[in-house]
Structures are given as structure tokens and as C-alpha cells.
């Protein structure tokens, strides 16, 4: 059981596309601190290998899969992936159809990832040096916040499906955030959302915080999004 979220997510298991039916991970009860000593692990080796480790974080079905696929496929830069769910090979299978080496790690009925999960997925992954690596979390817009996998970056993927609203409600995620991807803006005329106020809400909880404006299935923005990793890729 976990002791901060209450979820029960004592095990995950790690997989590569194609190869077997993956490895499991034990968990033992979470502890934070334990956790964060092991992330700072992670990021020391990111680090040393030059990755720049994007921890992706939504609400289910908020286009970040789709969003990886079109980065894997368009931004030219070097792209690995690390899935979490808490079932299937889907989101894996579609993002190495993209051409973007992957693993999967299946959490069962764990609710985010944890450092230790991310430790064992980058063992069977290897990203190679210089290449961006994306860690795309369980949809969830609570606890994957409170959890450091050793990223480099935070970012907060929200479609305008959802409320111009969700930064108040769900605080800690936006705070921690480095970037807001506001994605599937084609669908604004259909919809009564908000933009300006998502912004305005947003900068409530993150002052400063960048908010870029998307469209995954149309291309909108996407200039904007590989401009800001090839940034941080340096």
C-alpha cells in the first residue's frame, strides 16, 4: 500500500516491445525520501550520459502520446521514451512505430511512476548520449506530482477539453511544472474554454511559468514545443 497516495503498487513490471513478457519490479512501502535519494541517482546518470529527461505528466487523454509520436517523428532530435500505464503495450507500441526506441512500464493498480521503476526502465533502455528521453507518467494529475524520478524537466500536458480551471484545483502538479502544453487548441471553437484564464490560472499557481499553445493532430505550435526542448537539449 502506498503510504502517500494510498494506491497499491507494490510491484510494476518493465517491458521492451517485442521482447518477452517483461520484468517485475518489487516495490517495498513507499517512503519519499527513499525515492528521492534514488531519483538523485537517476539524474546523476542522465547527467554523466548528457540525457535530458522529460517527465511528461497529464490527465488521461490529454494528447501526450499523440504529442510524443509527432516529437519522435518530426523534431529531429534523438528521442527515447519510457511508457507508464497500468496496463498494455499500447502508448509503447505506438511510439516505436514512430521510430523511437521504447519500454514499457506497466504499474498495474499504481497510480505513477516511482525513481526505482524509472531506474529499472533505464537499465533495459540505455538511452544514448545526447538523446532526449521522454517519461511520459501514468495520467493522473496528483500523484505523479509528487514523486521526482531524477527528470530534468517538468511538463504539464492539458487538453482544452478539460477545465481552464485544473491549475487551481490541482496545484502541486502545476507548481512543479517547468512547461504548460496547452494541446488540442483546434477544437477551441467548439468549445467554452477559456484561454486567457487558463493562463491567468496557471501563473497563479507557477508565476512565470511558459505556457505554449498546441495542436498534436494538426501540428499548431509544434515549432514552438521542439524549439523549447532543443533549448534544454543544448
Not at 528521453?133 to 493522473?140: A, C, D, K, T, W
Request: a negative charge; charged letters at 25%; hydrophobic letters at 40%.
Amino acid at each position: 500500500m502506498c503510504q502517500t497516495c494510498g494506491c497499491s503498487d507494490t510491484a510494476a513490471v518493465v517491458t521492451e516491445p517485442g521482447h518477452g513478457h517483461g520484468h517485475r519490479v518489487a516495490r517495498e512501502p513507499d517512503a519519499l525520501a527513499e525515492n528521492d535519494v534514488l531519483a538523485e541517482e537517476n539524474r546523476a546518470w542522465l547527467r554523466y550520459q548528457g540525457v535530458l529527461a522529460v517527465n511528461l505528466m497529464s490527465s488521461p487523454g490529454s494528447g501526450k502520446t499523440t504529442l510524443l509520436e509527432r516529437t519522435a517523428r518530426e523534431s529531429g532530435l534523438p528521442v527515447t521514451a519510457i511508457e507508464g500505464d497500468q496496463e498494455t503495450l499500447l502508448d509503447a507500441e505506438r511510439i516505436k512505430a514512430a521510430g523511437a526506441p521504447v519500454v514499457q512500464i506497466n504499474t498495474g493498480t499504481g497510480c505513477h511512476l516511482d525513481a526505482a521503476m524509472v531506474d529499472r526502465a533505464l537499465r533495459t533502455l540505455e538511452p544514448e548520449r545526447g538523446s532526449v528521453l521522454f517519461i511520459e507518467n501514468v495520467g493522473n494529475l496528483v500523484c505523479p506530482a509528487l514523486f521526482d524520478l531524477g527528470e530534468s524537466c517538468r511538463v504539464v500536458v492539458l487538453s482544452v477539453t478539460e477545465g481552464q480551471d485544473e491549475p487551481l484545483k490541482y496545484p502541486r502538479m502545476f507548481a512543479a511544472a517547468d512547461l504548460v502544453v496547452l494541446n488540442k487548441i483546434d477544437l477551441l471553437p467548439y468549445l467554452d474554454f477559456d484561454v486567457e484564464l487558463f493562463d491567468e490560472n496557471a501563473r497563479k499557481i507557477n508565476p512565470g511559468v511558459e505556457v505554449l499553445r498546441v495542436s498534436a493532430t494538426r501540428g499548431t505550435g509544434l515549432a514552438d514545443w521542439f524549439g523549447w526542448l532543443r533549448e534544454r537539449a543544448g
